[in-house]
């Protein structure tokens, strides 16, 4: 049983090396080398840049040197097999490995707090720094087992002996000997997010390759974990954390899915299941024009895809997923996911990288269960949503909406924000990206959206002929009892319409936001680089003023305050 297939054949490594289809994987590789390796020592992990997490808020200064050592390692790794006779390449790897492997933690500061030494009924910031649990499993550890894993099995017998030791004695006691001693393993174990397929498919891969005698005892284990997150989609198959999420979680399901079946002979087929092929094809539906896509809650505003793993959902249901460019792929990510980048040699169809995509011309998809909106076509790419605000990386955005063309996002959703621990804590809707004052919605008397369960869209109904939703039950308003927000489509135009049940005194101020500044080229027409958008100007005023997000760089709101007495609101974008 090979559960890396061909990839353990040198025959394989040849035709990547030689074959046109996999030429950008051998150029992507070489970048990596020469920006991570070549002429470069291992850089160190330092202590004062592991505490800032919790002195500053900052993640990012640790990180770089964290992702930097792992690009190392992949690139290290992938290139002595794709050009065995390179000395340099397999004497980095053993090196870099060898270096990992010496890591006081492979979990990141941001996540240490999952240590089951820390009181997590009541934590406190000093206990992520006090605690001597160094082998927390987080998504990043898992990940680490998972590569060494890996890697090592690919490499075999041309890493050093004492490296090849020194992999299994990690493993075993930063992975295995953790997940052994405590059921259920922290939060992700139980939950229905990335993390939950990251975790266990990592965890569940590693114990596959390493010690194989375990998995028919902890197999009920990964089970369940993955019946988790499947439960946390509905049964449209929408990834509601976002493009980049469904990369994650989806990915690294993927390839538990396949491995277990290879390990298993068969009897355990997740890709038999409809609801697995519904969120195989969420991919498709979320460009909206060139690398713009959907980037509600924690997602981009451009995307990518994985191009193995597309490949690989494209053979198990051709008629279902939609075959897309390979100029939006994406060999590699910058957290230097190393299952999903081998992958995206191994499962790479020679065949369907040179086949015509199949993208039609107008497309138009309705979400029923998660209530998103997407429409197509030549002039523009459109976006919206109904939902509540109680989401998997959750904004307040219950009716906003995406208005793409010519490549990008011209009406934004800015999507995630900065990643810090405050990012993650209850100061999150402070943020411009995650409250409703950073989304394309209205503002009620001052107020923006709530956030919970209760504030959730009602009577959404998404068709040919338009979208219509009712989001007034996102405001705790005193006197508001409905905005009918609905959009009407044309060949070149998307027309807004809200109307507004409201028997307060307060303004009512319509909100667009764009990265590109606005121009009130007259009254009553709003440019946006090659768009326009047209309202009533006597009907309401404008102000339009910028922001800074959370991520550096402005945005631009666009506020159309409704007169006295005025209750709706309509323009229109082509």
């Known amino acids: 049983m090979q559960l890396l297939g061909k990839a353990m054949t040198p025959e394989f490594w040849k035709e990547v090396r030689e074959k046109d289809c996999w030429r950008r994987f051998r150029e992507d590789l070489f970048d990596l080398w020469n920006k991570y390796c070549e002429n470069r020592p291992i850089e160190a992990l330092r202590y004062s840049d592991y505490k800032l997490f919790w002195v500053t808020g900052d993640r990012k200064i640790y990180e770089e040197t964290y992702f930097a050592r792992r690009h190392a390692l992949n690139c290290s790794c992938l290139l002595a097999l794709i050009y065995p006779e390179e000395e340099k390449y397999i004497t980095r790897a053993n090196d870099q490995i060898f270096a990992i492997c010496d890591e006081y933690t492979w979990c990141l500061p941001a996540h240490q707090r999952l240590g089951h030494e820390i009181d997590r009924e009541n934590p406190k910031l000093e206990d992520s720094l006090n605690t001597v649990d160094e082998t927390v499993i987080d998504l990043f550890a898992s990940e680490t087992g998972f590569a060494l894993a890996e890697l090592g099995t690919l490499l075999g017998d041309r890493l050093e002996p004492l490296v090849r030791n020194r992999i299994a004695a990690e493993i075993d006691r930063r992975i295995v000997k953790p997940f052994l001693t405590y059921e259920p393993y922290s939060g992700w174990e139980t939950g229905k997010s990335n993390w939950t397929a990251v975790c266990m498919g990592s965890v569940a891969g590693t114990i596959m390759h390493m010690r194989p005698e375990l998995v028919e005892e902890l ?119 190393c299952c999903t980048h081998i992958r995206s040699a191994l499962w790479l169809d020679e065949a369907l990288y040179e086949a015509e995509t199949g993208a039609a011309d107008d497309e138009i998809y309705y979400a029923q269960d998660s209530e998103w909106y997407i429409r197509k076509n030549a002039a523009y790419g459109f976006a919206a949503k109904g939902g509540c605000n109680a989401e998997l990386h959750n904004h307040n955005d219950v009716g906003t909406f995406i208005f793409a063309k010519n490549g990008r996002q011209i009406i934004t959703d800015l999507g995630s924000g900065a990643y810090t621990r405050q990012y993650f804590s209850s100061e999150r809707y402070t943020f411009l990206e995650t409250s409703s004052r950073g989304h394309n919605v209205p503002i009620i008397d001052g107020q923006y959206q709530e956030n919970g369960p209760e504030a959730a869209a009602a009577a959404t109904v998404g068709d040919e002929a338009g979208f219509v939703t009712d989001i007034a039950g996102a405001y705790d308003c005193a006197g508001l009892e409905s905005i009918r927000r609905s959009f009407a489509f044309a060949a070149e135009t998307v027309t807004l319409h809200d109307e507004f049940v409201y028997t307060g005194k307060g303004s009512i101020v319509e909100r667009l936001i764009s990265v590109e500044e606005p121009k009130e080229a007259e009254k009553g027409i709003i440019r946006i680089a090659e768009v326009e958008i047209r309202y009533d100007p006597a009907r309401c005023t404008l102000e339009i003023h910028s922001e800074p997000t959370s991520k550096g760089g402005d945005c631009w709101m666009m506020d159309f305050t409704l007169a006295d007495g005025v209750r709706s609101f309509a323009c229109e974008i082509r």
Request: aromatic share 16%; charged share 25%.
């Open 219 to 337: 197999q009920p284990r990964f089970d369940r974990a993955m019946e988790g997150y499947l439960s946390g989609f509905n049964d449209d198959g929408i990834c509601l954390e976002g493009v980049g999420y469904w990369n994650y979680g989806f990915g690294f399901f993927a390839v538990y899915a396949d491995m277990i079946r290879t390990f298993t002979n068969g009897k355990n087929d997740y890709f038999k299941r409809e609801k697995v092929k519904a969120i195989a094809t969420f991919i498709q539906k979320i460009f909206l024009s060139g690398k713009a896509c959907v980037s509600f809650a924690d997602g981009a505003r451009e995307g990518s895809f994985a191009i193995g793993l597309h490949h690989y959902l494209k053979r198990e249901y051709p008629d279902a997923v939609t075959l897309l460019d390979p100029q939006l792929s994406k060999n590699y990510d910058n957290c230097a996911r």
